[in-house]
């Protein structure tokens, strides 16, 4: 059978590029985090994925990169069966995804070039990728000036585009974004949050996890939101017309 390759795969396909099919998530003693989610995200799109601590968000992230499997239903990302993906197969698979988080997850003695090139040599890419690749990158996130400097050097703010330009790197077309702005004052929010939405111009796909209602608000993307594991409302704010426009109003917005 032959290697399986992401990229290759996602170049085939349009939409969707994830897909949930009734799919349930229970841990330890039969309590469910997640209960029969239906979803589909279409190549391109950003969306924002709001809900209350508990609501299931983070299991729904953990699902997408196989950290873990459904209990019920079926999980594909690219027309690939997540649940079936062989163990062997697993760690090449994330590495096709950027993945940002809240505590930005920096090497700290390593300065900002390396933190970033560490993502490209994880991937076996060659010194000339990297001398691009990388300065490449920090240029997109407006940190060209800071190759040099160490992780303690720099703003939380300025750390996460670190943390943005080592998950952009490998050119992933699906970038997953656990509270990005978790702990940002609101002008390094702001910059993140538009900068999340340049890259989606740029055609990566954007799934942000996120607290953040002045932002969901401001920039008027898609949202979806959970309660109690259950998706409640799938709304689309910026006109686009797919199969997702559906919710149950339920006093959240």
Do not use: C, W
Request: avoid cysteine; charge should be positive; proline fraction near 3%.
């Amino acid at each position: 059978m032959a290697e399986f390759d992401f990229m290759r795969e996602i170049n085939k396909i349009e939409m969707p590029v994830i897909s949930f099919e009734h799919v349930s998530k229970a841990y330890k003693k039969g309590v469910e985090a997640l209960t029969d989610i239906n979803l589909t995200i279409n190549k391109g799109e950003f969306v924002f994925i709001v809900g209350d601590s508990g609501s299931g968000k983070s299991t729904l992230l953990k699902l997408m990169l196989k950290e873990t499997i459904p209990t019920k239903g079926k999980v594909y990302v690219v027309g690939h069966s997540v649940n079936r993906l062989r163990r062997t197969r697993v760690a090449k698979y994330r590495r096709s995804i950027g993945v940002v988080f809240q505590d930005f997850r920096l090497l700290k003695d390593r300065n900002v070039f390396e933190n970033v090139a560490f993502a490209q040599r994880v991937i076996g890419a060659g010194a000339s990728s990297i001398r691009h690749q990388v300065p490449k990158m920090l240029s997109l996130v407006g940190l060209s000036d800071k190759y040099n400097a160490k992780p303690d050097e720099l703003s939380g703010g300025q750390q996460q585009r670190v943390a943005l330009a080592r998950a952009l790197v490998n050119n992933p077309v699906i970038l997953l974004a656990d509270e990005p702005t978790g702990n940002l004052d609101p002008t390094n929010t702001r910059e993140i949050m538009h900068l999340l939405e340049d890259i989606n111009k740029r055609g990566t796909t954007v799934v942000v996890v996120t607290h953040n209602q002045e932002m969901v608000d401001e920039l008027q993307k898609r949202v979806i939101t959970l309660k109690g594991g259950k998706i409640v409302r799938d709304e689309e704010r910026s006109g686009y017309r797919g199969a997702h426009n559906h919710y149950e109003d339920t006093g959240i917005y």
